[in-house]
């Protein structure tokens, strides 16, 4: 990043690093927050709609895990996915790939959790119809999961801010690289690590920018479908 | 509906994993070295990888770590080259038979920072085993990187020649913080301490406070820094053609003049002495 400039002349200038970081960030933290919605939304509804033995004990880790610690998450990756580890012979580690899966596993408990929750109020009410139209456990997980989409997106939301201003799972698993998966987050501990505090805090206010934005537009977008809905 | 945003969201994620895994895989030209933070933190790699991409067409992927970790990258597989400063665990790294073998590259050299009021009366002290031993007798307040880093193993053996056992009189006094050299620096800007710091990630340190040189010079305080190749009969991942380019690079004339030239404030931050080749 260019020598003597301050966060906000760099935005200015559309400086090519500090794009290529934001979209690195956003392009990980979203392809995270989808796979973790495409394991935590049904997972959350299954737990709400179903009954077996252990289901508490289920319920209890899944909400704890929701403060699962970024760095121990992080380091257990990148064992995973060391060259010496299990899956190493896929050489991911050191890559946004890396990065993706250990957002995932951070995000999965908060999806899962806030869609259990939701999931198992939404039961209360529509437990009687859906019985007497005779539906399946398949079409009642997918009915009530559209029916409660609007709430989703709050869960959805939370997954999203867990993963976009997570620093120690991409610090351990991505290796903070320098074009190649250096995030918004990592480059706010490099910076502040340099001692350059004005650029980090600069850095800081855009990403949390970002995030106002992204959770301004999922706003919209809930009140534009709302009313075309109503 | 639903059925068919899921597997679109599926399709999506599954394209990227793949796309980026396998960019890692089929990028021949690429290859990751495990570096320190005071080889990046000082901005020596911005000056010189871009020399070397250019003449090559090698993507060099830097993770800094400290030395101890860098090392372990090594170990088990993660990097290709090594490039790091504190000999005595390079040697055997390279023993061990996960290195091919070491080859040195320039040297810097340690500085002590303090505060401005020099609360253990050691500034302009020709002698660091004597400093050292003045700051632990005064218990003045003194940042250790405490990471296993080439600096952190520095530390340890400066307090040993200055017949200091740091591990029986630390007190209070003694902050080991577990972090780099950045973090260590801006700790000790915080709280008015004394610090060992590599010279080149002091001169490019911007948040000094009321920090300053207090000793250097002294030969004790020379920092080596050597690389070498991760041993590809141990981890056949390893890419060694291009990696050993990269060590070839480092220590050939052009390598060791890009690293000579590198300057800040019209400083010499590295002094190029790949001559003297080790096993």
Do not use: C
Not at chain 1, 116 to 133: H, N, P
Not at chain 1, 145 to 167: K, P, Y
Not at chain 2, 103 to 112: A, K, R
């Amino acid at each position: 990043m260019s020598e003597g400039l301050d966060a906000w002349q760099l935005i200015a200038s559309g400086d090519a690093t500090l794009i290529s970081i934001v979209r690195l960030s956003l392009t990980v933290t979203l392809a995270a927050v989808a796979v973790a919605a495409v394991v935590g939304l049904p997972l959350g509804a299954l737990l709400a709609l179903t009954r077996f033995p252990g289901r508490s004990t289920l319920v209890v880790l899944v909400n704890g895990f929701m403060g699962l610690p970024p760095v121990v998450v992080g380091l257990t990756v990148y064992l995973l996915l060391s060259r010496s580890g299990p899956l190493g012979e896929f050489g991911l580690l050191f890559t946004p790939a890396a990065m993706v899966i250990a957002q995932a596993l951070l995000v999965v408990p908060i999806i899962a959790a806030l869609t259990r929750q939701t999931i198992e109020d939404l039961w209360r009410e529509y437990r009687d119809e859906l019985t007497a139209m005779g539906v399946g456990p398949t079409g009642r997980v997918a009915t009530l999961l559209w029916d409660s989409r609007f709430s989703l997106i709050t869960a959805l939301l939370a997954g999203f801010g867990r993963a976009a201003g997570e620093v120690g799972a991409v610090m351990i698993v991505g290796g903070n690289i320098e074009g190649f998966t250096r995030t918004m987050t990592t480059t706010i501990a490099l910076e502040t690590s340099k001692g350059d505090l004005p650029l980090a805090m600069g850095l800081g206010a855009i990403l949390i920018g970002l995030i106002l934005a992204i959770n301004a537009a999922a706003w919209g977008l809930r009140l534009w479908s709302e009313q075309r809905v109503a | 509906m639903l059925n068919r945003r899921l597997f679109t969201a599926i399709a999506v994620i599954l394209t990227f994993l793949a796309s980026s895994g396998a960019s890692a895989n089929a990028q021949e030209q690429s290859i990751v070295v495990a570096s320190t933070t005071s080889t990046r933190d000082s901005g020596l790699f911005d000056h010189i990888l871009p020399l070397f991409t250019a003449k090559s067409g090698i993507e060099v992927r830097v993770v800094a770590q400290g030395t101890g970790q860098a090392l372990d990258a090594g170990r088990r597989g993660d990097a290709d080259v090594v490039f790091v400063h504190a000999r005595a665990q390079e040697e055997k790294f390279v023993e061990q038979g996960f290195g091919v073998r070491r080859f040195d590259v320039m040297y810097n050299d340690f500085v002590l920072i303090g505060p401005r009021s020099d609360p253990a009366g050691i500034k302009g002290s020709p002698d660091i085993a004597v400093a050292f031993t003045s700051i632990q007798r005064n218990k003045a307040a003194f940042v250790s990187r405490g990471d296993k880093s080439g600096t952190h193993f520095a530390e340890l053996g400066l307090w040993k020649a200055a017949g200091v056992d740091i591990a029986a009189v630390r007190g209070p006094w003694y902050k080991e913080i577990g972090q780099g050299m950045g973090a260590a620096l801006n700790t000790a800007s915080a709280m008015d301490a004394y610090v060992l710091s590599d010279r080149a990630t002091w001169l490019a340190f911007k948040n000094r406070g009321e920090l300053e040189i207090a000793v250097e010079g002294d030969k004790r305080l020379f920092n080596q820094y050597g690389v070498m190749l991760v041993n590809p009969a141990r981890h056949p991942s390893v890419k060694a053609e291009p990696g050993q380019r990269f060590v070839d690079w480092l220590i050939s004339p052009e390598g060791q003049q890009a690293i000579g030239e590198y300057k800040i404030d019209g400083q010499q931050l590295f002094f190029p002495n790949a001559e003297q080749k080790r096993s």
